[in-house]
């Protein structure tokens, strides 16, 4: 028979030596992005209760925007997993749900856990303030889109001058890029890419990792629903994440403008045509081009709540702003809270991160 462990309430050794988590511990899941999702249906195999905290008043975070890329076939870019996970997580009853809610307080902490205050802003006049035990955290919080409206691109200036997610949206809801400005089919579409990735005056060094194949995968969908689009993307290089990233890249090559070079200005012109500005390598010459919808491709930066998160269960800092793993303190991260990464990647980082608590509420570490 279980007997409790010293010293360790809540966790049982049986006979063979091997600890328990015991019935009443959870994990707190903060985040119902992909991460999230999967870091509770993970813990949820393991017979392990979690409780999914989301700001949001939907779960699934970013990609539950994306469009399908799918051609004759299925291009692997991952999207339709948030769904079925969401499902997963909906179904199973070892996994609580609470949308519209954060995390504003931690009022105790000991060697079993954390007690945790969260707050409830379904009735947005008298938001409602619990607490629970947790005796493991998974932050899985994500990431904030980069923000372009500091670059000289005309974000927010001229109405088809979109984001990448914005465009995501556009196709997942009619199918093809229809313009913001009067809902016209763009005969020339630019990409810019790199938008607030790999960019020393931000300090942002990193590579976003995702916007290469999600810019060659929606220019693929184009192409195919709409072959007469031309389509120029500008680029740094092209990185190639991803098994079937070179036969899909190879596939595209022919059909698009590649220009290595980088904008550096985008102005309006009359007839609702945008007229991007760039030098070509070396800036020996400068060249001009009009396309009717501009697209940029903006990269993936640290979440919003990092700083007030690290703060909260004390994490150390780091020299991006991404958040980092404490297994002293109980605190696993899991998907692009920690770093850019793509759907996939996030399904494993956070499978990682359900093992590493349920070890930690094992009390092996
Ligand atoms: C333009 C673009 C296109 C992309 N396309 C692809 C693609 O085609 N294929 C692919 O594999 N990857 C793609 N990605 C990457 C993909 O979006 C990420 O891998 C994925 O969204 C990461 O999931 P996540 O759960 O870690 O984060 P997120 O999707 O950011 O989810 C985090 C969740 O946490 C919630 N949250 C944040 N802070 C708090 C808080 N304090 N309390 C409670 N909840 C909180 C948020 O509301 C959100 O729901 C793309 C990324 C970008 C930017
Ligand atoms: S992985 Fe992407 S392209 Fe393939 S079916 Fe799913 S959403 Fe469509
Ligand atoms: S994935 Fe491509 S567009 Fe995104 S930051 Fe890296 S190189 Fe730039």
Same mark, same amino acid.
């Given at each position: 028979m279980n007997r409790p462990r010293s010293g360790g309430a809540g966790r049982f050794v049986n006979r063979k030596g091997l600890t328990h988590v015991a019935a009443d511990q959870k994990v707190l899941v903060i985040g119902g992005g992909?991460?999230?999702? !999967?870091?509770?249906?993970?813990?949820?195999?393991?017979?392990?209760?979690? +409780?999914?905290? #989301?700001k949001a008043p939907i779960l699934g975070g970013h990609a539950v925007q994306y469009a399908c890329k799918a051609t004759e076939k299925c291009v692997a870019c991952a999207a339709c997993i948030v769904e079925e996970k969401w499902r997963q997580a909906l179904g199973d009853p070892r996994i609580e749900v609470s949308t519209r809610t954060r995390v504003v307080d931690v009022s105790g902490r000991n060697a079993n856990g954390y007690r945790v205050i969260i707050e409830n802003s379904h009735d947005s006049d008298s938001p409602a303030q619990t607490s629970i035990a947790a005796d493991a955290i998974i932050v899985a919080t994500g990431f904030t889109p980069f923000d372009p409206a500091g670059k000289p691109y005309? /974000?927010?200036?001229?109405? &088809?001058?979109?984001? &990448?997610?914005?465009?995501?949206?556009?196709?997942? #809801?009619?199918?093809?890029?229809?313009?913001? !400005?009067? &809902?016209?089919?763009?005969?020339?579409?630019?990409? +810019?890419?790199?938008?607030?990735?790999?960019?020393?005056?931000?300090?942002?060094?990193?590579?976003?990792?995702?916007?290469?194949?999600?810019?060659?995968?929606?220019?693929?969908?184009?192409?195919?629903?709409?072959?007469?689009?031309?389509?120029?993307?500008?680029?740094?290089?092209?990185?190639?994440?991803?098994? =079937?990233?070179?036969?899909?890249?190879?596939?595209?090559? &022919?059909?698009?403008?590649?220009?290595?070079?980088?904008?550096? @200005?985008? *102005?309006? !012109?009359?007839? @609702?045509?945008?007229?991007? +500005? /760039? *030098?070509?390598?070396?800036?020996?010459?400068?060249? #001009? #081009?009009?396309? =009717?919808?501009? +697209?940029?491709?903006?990269?993936?930066t640290p979440g919003q709540d990092n700083r007030t998160l690290k703060e909260l269960f004390q994490l150390l800092p780091t020299d991006t702003g991404f958040l980092e793993d404490s297994a002293r303190k109980g605190v696993f991260i899991a998907g692009a809270a920690g770093g850019p990464m793509t759907i996939a990647d996030s399904v494993a980082s956070a499978g990682r991160a359900a093992l590493r608590a349920a070890n930690h509420l094992r009390g092996v570490t």
């Open positions: 992909i991460a999230g999702l !999967s870091a509770a249906t993970k813990l949820a195999t393991l017979d392990i209760h979690s +409780v999914i905290v #989301e005309g /974000y927010q200036q001229f109405a &088809n001058v979109i984001t &990448n997610l914005e465009l995501e949206r556009i196709l997942r #809801e009619k199918g093809l890029p229809y313009c913001p !400005s009067d &809902n016209r089919l763009p005969d020339q579409i630019a990409f +810019v890419q790199c938008v607030g990735s790999r960019d020393a005056g931000l300090g942002h060094l990193w590579c976003s990792k995702v916007c290469c194949a999600s810019a060659l995968r929606i220019t693929g969908l184009i192409k195919a629903r709409r072959p007469e689009t031309k389509i120029t993307i500008f680029y740094i290089d092209i990185q190639t994440f991803g098994k =079937d990233f070179n036969t899909q890249f190879g596939q595209l090559k &022919n059909k698009v403008k590649m220009v290595r070079a980088i904008p550096a @200005d985008i *102005f309006g !012109s009359d007839k @609702d045509r945008l007229r991007v +500005v /760039y *030098f070509t390598p070396g800036e020996a010459q400068r060249c #001009e #081009e009009s396309f =009717d919808m501009v +697209v940029l491709s903006v990269g993936i």
